[in-house]
């Protein structure tokens, strides 16, 4: 019996498309002379946002531009710069991105009706979340416990601690009794890692990497052709299983 759901944030129950962290990290990295591309910025989405910054530096291609802008290469010191001007392009819009996804405050309620409990994590930080969670608390959504990487001794995703933190929160205490449900490769590693079932999501998800309008305005056949890419994108992270949509979890669960 599944007794608890742990959800990641932006990209799998509010902000459709994890818009908010791109728009930034685009700023962020502009102000340092560097053009990020949507796969470069999608590709570490789900880390702790410092982490984030420092893959995608570390990335090849990146750090030969950096290199030939700079004459040297990155450093942490480079990290730390770019992550200071990505702070702030955050907060000034993580508000504009505290919508729920379609469908996710009803299946809430769904899961809870069956006594299931609603965890959360996330790459965000506290005073990140602060901002975000109350915005979208107004908006309909609301977990039962929410833990973020500077909660967890500052490790986030890829380790399991922020999930393990969670369960000690909601009183659970048979890992088996869990399902890691997200839209990002770091949400299935952490799943895994952790020891339950590690479950994405393709609707709305960073692996779909669209917004709400982009998506609406695909045909069926685009539609599933972006579907079956976000399916392998999750295969190759080695999701146990793979929802359409979020409203689809009290089935999945159902099911089991």
């Avoid at 290199?67 to 907060?91: C, K, M, S």
């Avoid at 505290?98 to 299931?116: C, D, M």
């Avoid at 969670?133 to 929410?146: F, M, Q």
């Avoid at 922020?162 to 369960?167: I, K, Q, R, T, Y």
């Amino acid at each position: 019996m599944i007794k608890a759901v742990i959800l990641d944030w932006a990209g799998t129950t509010v902000d459709f498309g994890s818009m908010a962290p791109v728009a930034a990290f685009r700023e962020a990295f502009g102000k340092d002379g560097l053009s990020l591309t949507d796969d470069l910025i999608r590709r570490f989405m789900g880390l702790p946002k410092k982490d984030h910054v420092r893959n995608m530096l570390n990335d090849e291609k990146l750090s030969a531009v950096f290199i030939e802008q700079h004459g040297v290469a990155p450093t942490e010191t480079d990290v730390d710069r770019i992550y200071g001007n990505f702070e702030p392009a955050l907060f000034e819009v993580l508000k504009e991105h505290a919508k729920p996804l379609p469908g996710v405050p009803e299946t809430i309620v769904q899961l809870r009706e069956t006594g299931i409990k609603i965890g959360s994590t996330t790459g965000y930080t506290t005073p990140m979340m602060n901002v975000l969670s109350p915005a979208s608390e107004a908006l309909g959504y609301k977990p039962d416990s929410l833990v973020c990487p500077d909660e967890a001794c500052g490790i986030g995703r890829p380790y399991p601690y922020m999930l393990w933190e969670n369960l000690k929160r909601l009183r659970i205490k048979n890992i088996r009794e869990v399902i890691k449900i997200g839209d990002t490769a770091a949400d299935i590693f952490e799943g895994k890692n952790a020891g339950c079932l590690s479950v994405g999501v393709i609707f709305g998800s960073n692996m779909l990497g669209l917004t709400e309008e982009e998506y609406a305005a695909l045909d069926e056949a685009g539609k599933k052709r972006a579907a079956d890419q976000a399916k392998k994108l999750y295969a190759d992270a080695g999701a146990d299983y793979v929802l359409e949509r979020f409203t689809d979890i009290p089935y999945f669960i159902a099911g089991l």
